[in-house]
């Protein structure tokens, strides 16, 4: 279980910077580490996942520290599209065929759960993330108009859900002032936000409530004592009854053993400058988060100040693209080409786990103290805040939201460590194929 100052330091160094870093004052947590410290539970991570887990066990009486080997926020969920859907990476007709209706609705219901509480921590703490609602799936082929109604149907019948909209081949040209698209669904009970804000404001909120915020402070070993956890840091160690591991696509060197479970992601993000708010109307009529049909998908939303947000593609070594904004923009300005006299302003990047199901995976070690989430799929924002809540029940002692996650099997990717990424880059290939002959 060591960190690796390779895999994480290092792994952002070439970004020009990202639009949320200069959206926000950085949490700059003033904490330091400088003596050995015992607490009830140590939380690794400083993402969503690590602050929900953070706040809801200090609500039940926990004494709590956090470790972050950067700084909070650095990682992907201060990083990423800042899309708050319901549901989970896939959808729930696939979900009932590979786990069973009974399953797969609970599923559903904790996605809801994950929105709603999300949502009332937004309005708890009073937390400015430029919330807006309404997520659209952009169909790119033309079977996905019947792939929609087919949902929305079986939504309604078997779930009660009317939160979809339809759009047809002349509506969806309302929405999106692209030519790309044939269709479209609107999902309504889903929103947008800047996701690093949600994140400092609770960071500030743990802050006021006594929680000790360690950032710099990565963990380089982790190992079970009698019935203890010793959680190492650079100069110090941190003694706890429990740990909780939230660091989803930088785990190879916590969890180890966890490497075929999943496939870290490098996925890419720009902002443009701003187009003001008439301009950014013309392009998305009703301000709606979008993102597209393909397997390897388009995302993008408009920020609290009118700029372009657009992320796409994906790569998969350790290290990061040298220039992503002209690997991003290739791919915007094939959806808006009327954005090319408009400059770029921002650029980065950032890594997340993609599991084999492209379910989130939940799990113990060291006899149930070490408690892991991670595996979110690239829609973990509102999860991962789940995630925090499930993690402190299981902690507490209700064992059985958490154990429903940790209960979903998850297939190994095949070829061990050394065919891990080659594997899942040939299996992309695939389906980036796949896509491009539907596509035309």
């Given at each position: 279980m060591i960190f690796n100052k390779k895999y994480t330091y290092e792994q952002h160094d070439n970004e020009k910077g990202s639009f949320y870093n200069n959206s926000i004052k950085p949490l700059n947590s003033k904490d330091i580490l400088d003596q050995n410290i015992e607490v009830d539970v140590c939380v690794v991570g400083g993402g969503l996942t690590g602050i929900s887990s953070a706040l809801n066990l200090s609500k039940k009486g926990y004494s709590v520290v956090l470790c972050e080997a950067r700084k909070v926020g650095w990682g992907a969920s201060g990083r990423n599209g800042g899309q708050l859907g319901i549901g989970m990476r896939k959808d729930q007709i696939y979900l009932e065929r590979k786990l069973g209706f009974n399953?797969?609705?609970e599923l559903?219901?904790?996605?809801?759960?994950s929105v709603e509480e999300t949502l009332s921590l937004i309005e708890e703490y009073n937390i400015d993330c430029s919330l807006v609602n309404g997520v659209l799936f952009a169909g790119c082929f033309k079977n996905n108009i019947k792939e929609f109604e087919l949902e929305q149907n079986h939504m309604k019948k078997f779930y009660n859900f009317e939160g979809?909209?339809?759009f047809n081949n002349q509506e969806i040209k309302k929405e999106i002032d692209s030519n790309i698209y044939k269709s479209g669904m609107l999902n309504s009970y889903s929103y947008h936000i800047n996701p690093l804000k949600l994140l400092i404001g609770i960071s500030h909120v743990l802050k006021k409530m006594g929680i000790r915020i360690f950032e710099n402070s990565p963990v380089i070993k982790i190992?079970?004592?009698n019935d203890y956890v010793l959680v190492h840091c650079k100069n110090n160690i941190i003694k706890s009854q429990r740990v909780v591991i939230g660091c989803n696509g930088y785990l190879d060197h916590l969890i180890g053993n966890k490497?075929?479970?999943f496939m870290p992601i490098n996925n890419y993000m720009i902002a443009t400058e701003p187009l003001g708010k008439d301009k950014a109307k013309e392009i998305i009529s009703n301000n709606y988060a979008v993102c597209d049909t393909r397997f390897i998908i388009d995302y993008y939303r408009f920020s609290e100040d009118w700029r372009m947000i657009f992320g796409g593609g994906e790569t998969f070594s350790a290290n990061f693209l040298?220039?992503?904004?002209?690997?991003?923009?290739k791919r915007m300005y094939k959806v808006f080409p009327q954005l090319k006299k408009y400059k770029v302003d921002y650029y980065w990047g950032g890594t997340l786990a993609i599991t084999v199901n492209r379910l989130p995976s939940f799990g113990t070690m060291m006899n149930g103290k070490l408690i892991y989430a991670f595996g979110y799929s690239g829609h973990g924002l509102a999860l991962s805040v789940l995630a925090g809540k499930l993690i402190s029940e299981k902690i507490k002692g209700f064992?059985?939201?958490?154990?429903?996650?940790?209960?979903?099997?998850h297939l190994s990717i095949p070829g061990g460590n050394l065919l891990r990424r080659p594997i899942y880059s040939s299996a992309?290939?695939?389906y980036k194929f796949r896509d491009a002959i539907n596509f035309f």
């Open positions: 399953h797969a609705k559903w219901n904790l996605s809801l759960e979809y909209k339809l190992e079970e004592l490497k075929n479970k040298k220039n992503p904004q002209n690997f991003v923009l064992n059985e939201r958490f154990d429903f996650f940790k209960k979903i099997k992309i290939c695939y």
